[in-house]
T-cell receptor
């Protein structure tokens, strides 16, 4: 079963606008990660937020985590055409602790129009 | 460093054929994983390894075998290819437990089974 589910599935915005993607998960987690995938390429790690953190920044990226609602959001500010990609959240598998099972959501496809 | 490399980039198989997808990393990472990516399904974990000689099953292990004889290599074997195994396959590595450390992905192998 999927641990993380992203919303919306697809998002189209104009360059310069902000883009917000949401991720919901089912069980308690230690960390949550966000990845980006450009078309036809492998995934690239963006940011990791720990369960005791509420917000984390990296350049134009802002990630929030609400463990009470079991949700996270990824905000990309001042978007650029190069931000066009799919974005995935990933968390630990249900019941896992120190295993290698990282489960990915289905992703949000972001299109930034020039 | 080359990072994570995968071969081949593309492959077409007939139903019932077997083949091995190669994955190698030169970062001395202990953890390696295989995922498949299907449209609308996100990434699903097939098998993973927490070190040489140690492998375990992910979400969708049926029809696939893995071994980890060295730290660098983590091949994925399709025993008897089926059309349902048509997918894009990604190998990933991380220096520690995947819930805690970022994963580095290879460029993927696009497999078609006819």
């Amino acid at each position: 079963s999927q641990q993380g589910e992203e919303d919306p599935q697809a998002l189209s915005i104009q360059e310069g606008e902000n883009a917000t993607m949401n991720c919901s998960y089912k069980t308690s987690i230690n960390n949550l990660q966000w990845y980006r995938q450009n078309s036809g390429r492998g995934l690239v790690h963006l940011i990791l937020i720990r369960s005791n953190e509420r917000e984390k920044h990296s350049g134009r990226l802002r990630v929030t985590l609400d463990t009470s609602k079991k949700s996270s959001s990824l905000l990309i500010t001042a978007s650029r055409a190069a931000d066009t990609a799919s974005y995935f959240c990933a968390t630990g598998a249900q019941g896992s602790s120190n295993t290698g099972k990282l489960i990915f959501g289905q992703g949000t496809t972001l299109q930034v129009k020039p | 460093n080359a990072g994570v490399t995968q071969t081949p980039k593309f492959q077409v198989l007939k139903t019932g054929q077997s083949m091995t997808l190669q994955c190698a990393q030169d970062m001395n990472h202990e953890y390696m994983s295989w995922y498949r990516q299907d449209p609308g399904m996100g990434l699903r974990l097939i098998h993973y390894s927490v070190g040489a000689g140690i492998t375990d099953q992910g979400e969708v292990p049926n029809g696939y075998n893995v071994s980890r004889s060295t730290t660098e290599d983590f091949p994925l074997r399709l025993l008897s290819a089926a059309p349902s195994q048509t997918s894009v396959y990604f190998c990933a590595s991380s220096r520690g437990q995947t819930l805690t450390y970022e994963q580095y992905f290879g460029p993927g192998t696009r497999l078609t089974v006819t």
